[in-house]
């Protein structure tokens, strides 16, 4: 007899590798109560507006406290449709081409079980969030890793895309602007994107949950392009731009067949999001738009004041068009990225996450949110530029 | 807009030296922008905000509001009359208001006879002042902006998080 649970864990389970941000967290966790300023997180720092958060409260006073249907709320779909249009520039109709689900997680993870058979290839760009490629393994696919490059400021290119291309790839997973670097692409790329997508008849799922949060021009949806939206699945949700990570409301929108094979993964895996989180979610999408606007200001005016510094302290540092992410090349101080961080948290008590956590080309580089107050980013910026000073005088 | 300016008015509490950091100045820049602020009396002081109820800061004032109804004059309406109640140092605030009265005043004092002593031997008596109605501030839930003792859980926050 074979007691050891070991043996029950399912292979492509046991051999997904940890996260590299846990162990990061594991070790900033002992330095509870030790004055340490986090630039790790990947949140805002906002609490979600009192308007939204309220409108929660009344809904469970009203007894809101069933489920829904299956896509979502009928009445949220209809917003998040009119919402995509003005935005995005893409229409979907609220009937069959919206889902309402648990966070952009769940989209992702629905959009990749409805879509991929054993052994599908399924491409991405890295560095990337960190669940990306492990989600592709979870539903039996075979991950193709696109790379982003420090030179391009980590933006996506056709070229990279087409010398990574191998014969059978399905998918293609875009997330711009992207986690961790806050690279986006040229409008010229990614119309070349989406021609190569159309060339190899590649199904896109666009993680736009960054969209928002885009500081210099405008954000075009590759599902707005000519030809695409037959071939996008959209993601989106309210976690950054709305400050609403806990309530875990996202949504997808595509062809109507794709959003009912989605449905039928969701109906026999989740049901429904809560519907607490779906009321508070069209609250945001009815009166929240000037809340977003306020957070976008004060997120562009943290994002110039910490890239300056970075550059100032000698970390090579590209200002990222969007997201609350800014990806400095650590290099210069002779210290690995773990080296970096690790040395960071424990001389200085700013924590930042290694940028191999998001990939093989995050070497080098490390992740610093600047979701944090001025005050908070002002001292971590001291301290980082303290620490800098002494990690060059002992290399010397 | 002065970008000094504009940070000014969202109200946060940072010092000159974090101002200029934020807009991307040097402090002897943010000192010349704030010196140029006072001078067209735009810009007119700083304040600290206070949670008066602490013990260490209980019995320090008391507050009160009071609508006070007054006679317009020929050529100066309110004004005359209204600056006139404000330069009282008791007064804190003053606001022409519409509807059923016309002024709002704010006014503190050590102790509650004070306050009133201060309403109905000066404020009251002043010709042109017509009633008054005074209302004392009995708790602050939130002050310019600042929630008091709200124990929000924003604290909780992930250390580190993707």
Known sequence: MNNDPKHWVARHVAALPKSGIRDFFELVAKMKGQDVISLGVGEPDFVTPWHIRESAIFALERGKTYYTSNLGLIELRREISKYVATHFNVEYRPDDQVIVTVGVSEALDLALRALCN????????????????????LTHGVGIAVPTYAKDNFALTAEALRAAWQPGAKV????????????????????KIAAFCIEKDLIVLSDEIYSELT?????????????????????????????????????????????????KVHQYTMLCAS????????????????????????????????????????????????????????????????????????????AVVPGIAFGDNGAGHVRACFATSYEQLIVACDRIERFIGGAKGTKA | MNPVLKLLIEGGSL???????????????????????????????????????????????VRAVIEV???????????????????????????LMSGGYDLLVFVKGPSLQKVASFVS??????????????????????DQGFLLDQGDANTSRLNVAP
């Open chain 1, 118 to 137: 054993p052994g599908d290839k399924v491409m991405f760009h890295q560095p990337c969030y960190v669940s990306y490629h492990p989600s592709i393994a």
């Open chain 1, 172 to 191: 293609l997973m875009l997330n711009l602007p992207c986690n961790p670097t806050g690279g986006t692409c040229s409008r010229e790329q990614l119309d």
């Open chain 2, 69 to 95: 109804k007054i006679t317009p004059e020929r050529g100066g309406g309110f004004n005359r009359l209204a600056s006139r109640l404000a330069r009282f140092d008791e007064v804190e605030s003053c606001y």
């Open chain 1, 215 to 263: 500081f210099d021009g405008v954000h075009t949806s590759i599902a707005s392009l000519p030809g695409m939206v037959e071939r996008t699945i959209f993601l989106h949700g309210f976690s950054k731009a709305f400050a609403m990570t806990g309530w875990r409301i996202g949504y997808a929108c595509g062809p109507a067949l794709l959003i009912d094979a989605m449905m």
């Open chain 2, 121 to 142: 031997e000066k404020l009251s008596t002043i010709e042109g002042v017509l009633s008054t109605s005074t209302h004392f501030m009995l708790r602050c839930y939130k």
């Open chain 2, 15 to 61: 010092t000159t030296g974090q101002l200029a950091q934020v807009a991307g100045m040097t402090e002897p820049e943010v000192n010349q922008h704030l010196e140029q602020l006072k001078k067209e009396k735009i810009f007119l002081g700083w304040r600290p905000v206070l949670d008066l109820s602490h013990e260490a800061a209980a019995g320090a004032v």
């Open chain 1, 275 to 350: 519907i607490i989180a779906q009321e508070a979610a069209l609250e945001a999408l009815l009166r929240g738009w000037d809340d977003v606007l306020r957070m976008r200001e004060q997120y562009h005016r943290r994002r110039d004041l910490i890239v300056r510094r970075f550059n100032e302290v000698g970390l090579k540092c590209h200002s990222p068009r969007g997201s609350f992410y800014a990806f400095p090349d650590v290099t210069a101080t002779g210290l690995t990225e773990k080296e970096f961080a690790v040395g960071l948290l424990e001389k200085e008590k700013v």
